[in-house]
């Protein structure tokens, strides 16, 4: 919080801190809740075929070995019913208690909206 030296000038000076806040938050996105997908973010890449091509790389490369071709030791992520931003949540946080890793430090949110694009792109599995 702001430190203000006169005390007279404290609540102004917070209003104006919260005020600069909102606008910042407002601007930079999702910036300042860190590690929580907006409610408005929706996969930019679903149908983009080059997108789903290097989702489909990424799927291999970090998500087949527990998710399978239709599902695994996970559930069928091709056959996921979360919405978009459930499934980037789960992704950068992982699911706590269970085997389910967080990607948070591995993969970017590009990386995960491609994933998500292979995966919508193949309902019935690989
Ligand atoms: C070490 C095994 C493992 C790996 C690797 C893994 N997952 Fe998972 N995942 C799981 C398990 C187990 C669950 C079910 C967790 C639960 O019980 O809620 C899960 C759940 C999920 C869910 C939630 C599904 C739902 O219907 O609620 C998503 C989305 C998901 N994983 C995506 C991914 C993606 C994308 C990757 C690769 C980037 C990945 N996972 C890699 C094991 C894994």
């Known amino acids: ?3 203000s030296p006169s005390r007279r000038l404290r609540w102004p000076a ?3 801190a919260l005020v600069l806040l ?3 938050s407002s601007v930079l996105g999702i910036g300042i809740r860190a590690g929580h997908a907006d ?3 929706k996969d930019p890449y679903l149908g983009q075929q080059t997108a789903i091509d290097d989702g489909e790389q990424i799927y291999r490369e970090h998500c087949i070995i527990c998710h399978g071709k239709a599902g695994g030791r996970g559930p069928d992520l091709f056959a996921v019913t979360l919405t978009d931003e459930e499934f980037l949540e789960t992704v950068l946080n992982g699911r706590p208690g269970t085997v389910m890793p967080s990607f948070a430090s591995m993969l970017s949110h590009d990386d995960i909206w491609k994933v998500r694009a292979f995966v919508k ?3 019935n599995g690989i």
Do not use: E, K, S, Y
């Open 1 to 3: 919080m702001v430190i």
């Open 14 to 16: 917070a209003c104006l």
């Open 22 to 24: 909102a606008a910042a």
């Open 39 to 41: 409610d408005t973010v």
């Open 121 to 123: 792109a193949n309902p």
